[in-house]
Structures are given as C-alpha cells and as structure tokens.
C-alpha cells in the first residue's frame, strides 16, 4: 500500500504559476506509476498528466499539454505538476495518485491509490 499527501495549492492570478507536490510513503514508490486529476465542483473528476515509474515516459490531457508538466523523483518518494500559463478553467481541487498498471493506463481508467487533495483557486 501507498499514502499520497499533497501540497502547493493556493489562489493564483490567471497567467501565473504553481507547482503542486505529491510526497509518498513507503520504500516501493519506484514500483508506481504516477498521476494527477482534477475536479471541479458538480463536474467528474478528470485526468491531468501522468508519468511512468522510472519517469522515462509523460502523458498529459489536451487540455493542458504545453502548460502542465509532471515530473518525479525517486529518491525523494514525491512526485510533481509544475502549472504554468494558469486559466480559470484550471480551478478545482487536484488529486495525486498511484498504481502499479502502467501510466499510459491512467488516462483511461482510475488508478488505485489516492491523496486527500489540494484546492488550486485561478481568478480572472
């Protein structure tokens, strides 16, 4: 098993900058693909980007591919999502999760393993 805590969420002005944290536990992280997803209120949640678990390989949803970049390191057990170029519709509150499928899989279906959450508030 796994625990997530997130980290880094705030209220930014639109066209600014946040870096989201993810530290897990256990000496297995290695062993997960890693992911983000977001919600917003009385929307499904939705995948964000997600990376492999030696972070050779990086997926990301259309929607914030050349804004949104993840990352992760190993010997840190802590996973990344630098947010660049931050709009409105990027409110909401943003999920770290994990799961020993591969990354590719996250993006089409729910992974195992999820953090509480952190609220990322964009205004206009």
């Known amino acids: 098993q796994v625990q997530l805590v997130e980290s880094g969420g705030g209220l930014v002005q639109a066209g600014g900058s946040l870096r989201l944290s993810c530290a897990a536990s256990g000496r297995t992280f290695s062993s997960y693909a890693m992911g983000w997803f977001r919600q917003a209120p009385g929307k499904e949640r939705e995948f964000v980007a997600a990376i492999s678990r030696t972070g050779g390989r990086t997926y990301s949803a259309d929607s914030v591919k050349g804004r949104f970049t993840i990352s992760r390191d190993n010997a840190k057990n802590t996973v990344y999502l630098q947010m660049n170029s931050l709009k409105p519709e990027d409110t909401g509150v943003y999920y770290c999760?994990?799961?020993?499928?591969?990354?590719?899989?996250?993006?089409?279906?729910?992974?195992?393993?999820w953090g509480q959450g952190t609220q990322v508030t964009v205004s206009s």
């Open positions: 999760a994990a799961d020993l499928r591969t990354s590719q899989a996250m993006s089409i279906s729910l992974p195992t393993y």
